[in-house]
C-alpha cells in the first residue's frame, strides 16, 4: 500500500533539482557583480551628453542592474570616462580611480578618450589606458548610446565568464 512504485522517487528527485539553483559560489559572485554595477561618470566632453541618454527610458540601463549612477567613486564599481583626457586631468582621473574600491572596471567612452582622438597634441594625453587599466574601448566619435550599449554588454560577459579586470591582468594593482 505505502509502496510508490519504480519511477516516482527519481520524479521528486527532478523536481527538487529544478527548485534548487545548483552553481559555484564563484559563478554565482561574477553574476552578482555583473548584474549589480554602479558607475561613475568622468565625462569631459561632447561623448558625456551621449552617455547621459543612456538613462532615459528609451535605453533603460536599469536592466543592467545599473539604475544608479554613483557621484562618489568610493561607492562605485564601473569608471566610465569619457572625452579627452588633458595631462592636467590625469592626476584627477587617477585620484578617483584609487578611490574605487576592487574589484573595479573601466570603459573607455570614444575616441578621445581611447586615443586622444584628433587633439594629437602636447597637452592631451593619447589614451586613459596611460593612466588607468582600461577593460573595454568603445568607439566612435562620439559613440551612439547604442554602442556605449554594446560596451557594457561585453563588460557584463567579460565579468561573467570569469575574466579578471584590466589592472588585475597587467599584473599590478595599479
Known amino acids: 500500500m505505502g ?11 527532478e ?6 539553483l545548483l552553481t559555484t559560489v564563484q559563478k554565482a559572485i561574477a553574476w552578482a557583480q555583473a548584474n549589480s554595477m554602479w558607475p561613475d561618470t568622468f565625462g569631459l566632453a561632447c561623448c558625456a551628453i551621449e552617455m ?9 540601463i536599469a536592466r543592467f542592474g545599473m539604475e544608479r549612477f554613483s557621484s562618489s567613486p568610493r561607492q ?12 592636467k586631468m ?12 576592487e574589484p573595479k572596471w573601466v570603459i573607455a567612452m ?35 548610446p547604442e554602442a556605449l550599449m554594446e560596451g557594457i554588454i561585453r563588460l557584463h560577459e567579460k565579468i561573467e565568464a570569469g575574466v579578471p579586470p584590466a589592472y588585475a591582468i597587467r599584473g599590478v594593482a595599479q
Open 52 to 60: 547621459m541618454s543612456i538613462v532615459s527610458s528609451r535605453y533603460d
Open 110 to 144: 570614444g575616441a578621445c578618450a581611447s586615443s586622444g582622438g584628433m587633439f594629437n597634441n602636447y597637452t592631451v594625453l593619447q589614451g586613459v589606458d596611460k593612466i588607468v587599466a582600461v577593460d573595454v574601448h568603445v568607439p566612435g566619435c562620439p559613440p551612439r
Open 90 to 101: 590625469a592626476g584627477p582621473l587617477r585620484q578617483v580611480y584609487d578611490q574605487m574600491l
Open 3 to 13: 509502496d510508490k512504485g519504480p519511477g516516482v522517487f527519481e520524479q521528486e528527485v
Open 15 to 20: 523536481k527538487i533539482e529544478d527548485a534548487l
Open 76 to 87: 562605485a564599481d564601473l569608471l566610465i570616462v569619457s572625452g579627452r583626457v588633458t595631462h
